[in-house]
């Protein structure tokens, strides 16, 4: 990394959890603006706790997340009404949350009624590109009850990047997802990275989508409520000290690509 | 809007009071907010809809309560009046308990049962879809967004409710005194004989508060909503039972006020 490295999400000793009980204590990251980042662990070591205090609905209890060097969420401070740097983030939650009550377009145009007033028809055009980004165009007036659970999460990721977002946080996009639309998937976090040298937070299980997709990784350990290691993902797999890493990405890529 | 708060588990370590103040204070931030907002028109539709289901779709069980009611008081009192040849009495006191009270209780007791039940568990299922997280991220603040519309809607939609139930109850009450003999006209003519048009607006003004405080005990119960298969479930019914106590503790209170002033 030069010198160049703008950073764009910053922890700083964070301990994130709810009420008194830390899930995963002492996070600290720093991710690189144009950086895809994913949140690694065991099902229930806090990936989605961690990225929940990452974008402000989880007070930390100790630490602090900065955003672009500007402190988001502070532990034991009373936080701002409407953070301005809220309009820097997109996020898609682990089941997609669409509102059920609203057709894939209407939930799109949601995050405009933070904005100052615009035509109708012009937010409906930015909406539609995004839904055509994520293969949606089709479905625009269907209400998410009418599509399938992948189609969701792919329409939350449209939700989440129609204000073109600083930082993309994605809660396991491509988990439950066929191969194709997952590897579709790979393709547009990568084009999304590419064109506007967006931040990526991701939380996946995918080996295929992380090696395609992550430049680093963190590793969080459930039991230990620590992060175990963080580095580009090879390197996790090949040469990490810590077992449970290298068990994570074991048998099917590590020992493999070990045997020829 | 307070973006980062908790929203773990429903039972806060909070007094259930400072709870209800906190949302009431964000209630009114938010409704002072919605005054100056540039487009409260692109609302309205949201609210329309909301009304319709509180208060138009109501309106048949509201005046079946109404009309039972009134039957059945006016019946007993009736039968008792009727020893002393005084039944023509009942048309007096059907139309002045209606219009005082009777109308109010019946339509804030379907407002509660239809209306903040559906609130709680509408939103309690945004809650745990994580709807409400998603909206905040967005920046957009669910107490303005949700609560709102559904007050206003069933703060309007009661005392409408209200005028359902006391013409249902004045049927009720005919009915009873036809079969005793009197007429339309003679009915009609006893009825408004102890109450004034000042009653009628102080009720339906109470209508308006009650409403409101109905619409928010079930926004609020949703909101509250926590974790698991049963927490809809639970919040679904707290809002109904929430809502029916804070609404007699009003009316309780409306009626020392009411006295005490004179009225
Ligand atoms: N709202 C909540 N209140 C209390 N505990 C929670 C809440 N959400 C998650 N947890 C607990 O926190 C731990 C981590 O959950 P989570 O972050 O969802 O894990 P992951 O996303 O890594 O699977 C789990 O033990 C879970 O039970
Ligand atoms: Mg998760």
Known sequence: MGEEREIALETVGLDAGYGAAAV???VNLSIA????????GGSGCGKSTVMRTMVGLQPPLRGCVKLFGETFAEAGTEPDETPPLLRRIGVMFQNGALFGSKTLLENCAVPFQTLPARPRAEIDEICMDKLRAVGLAAFAGHYPSQISGGMQKRAAIAR???LDPDILFLDEPSAGLDPVTS????????????RRRMTVVMVSHELASIFAVAD???FFDRETHSTLDVGAPAALRDSSPHPAVRAFFGRRSAKRKDDT | MKLRKNTGPAVSRRSALAGAAEFCGRLLAAAWRACFARDMRSRLPDFAGIFLRAGAQAVPVT????????FIIAYMSAAMLNKFGAEIYVADLIGLSL???????????????RSASAFAAEIGTMVVNDEISAMRTMGIDPVGYLALPRIAAGALALPLLSLFADLAGLAGGYLTLSLFGYSAKVFLANAFEFCAAGDLVTSLAKGLVFGAAISAAGCRCGLETGRGADAVGKSTTAAVVTSLVLFIAMDGMF????SASGA
């Open chain 2, 99 to 113: 219009v005082k009270e009777l109308g109010t209780i019946v339509a804030a007791i379907v407002l509660a049962a």
């Open chain 2, 63 to 70: 005046m079946l309560v109404g009309f039972l009611l009134g």
């Open chain 1, 33 to 40: 603006r144009g950086e895809i980042f994913v949140l690694l």
């Open chain 1, 183 to 194: 590897a579709e998937l790979d393709d547009l976090i990568l084009e999304i990275r590419d």
């Open chain 1, 24 to 26: 995963q204590r002492d």
């Open chain 1, 216 to 218: 680093r990784a963190a």
């Open chain 1, 160 to 162: 989440a990047l129609v």
């Open chain 2, 255 to 258: 009626a020392l006020l009411l």
